[in-house]
């Protein structure tokens, strides 16, 4: 059974703060005003990839210039998804290049 995809009301903070490695975009989201717009319904990945419309590594990826696109609160809330799993290994390099 496919497990079903984490919708704007799974999220538990008031904001959702999506960042970009990449291209150093930042933007904070009232959860609230997102299901007013979208509906509770609406998958947090699809929410992620409407705001990624705007980033142009995340509309015309290439192998060396992909988007970081993602929500790091994501990755501690639920299991890493596919949207963040590229945001999580960068994360997880710039901790290695630190320590
Ligand atoms: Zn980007």
Not at 1 to 27: I, S
Not at 37 to 48: A, K, L, N, S, V
Not at 60 to 81: K, V, W
Request: charged share 25%.
């Amino acid at each position: 059974m496919p497990e079903k995809p984490k919708t704007l009301a799974d999220f538990t903070k008031p904001h959702m703060v999506l960042n970009c490695m990449q291209c150093g975009r930042k933007g904070r989201y009232n959860v609230a005003r997102l299901i007013e717009r979208h509906g509770p319904d609406m998958p947090i990945r699809d929410f992620i990839n409407l705001i990624g419309q705007s980033c142009c590594r995340w509309v015309n990826p290439t192998e060396r210039q992909e988007c970081g696109l993602g929500c790091s609160d994501l990755i501690y809330m639920f299991m890493p998804a596919p949207a963040t799993d590229a945001f999580a290994r960068k994360q997880d390099e710039e901790f290695q290049r630190r320590s």
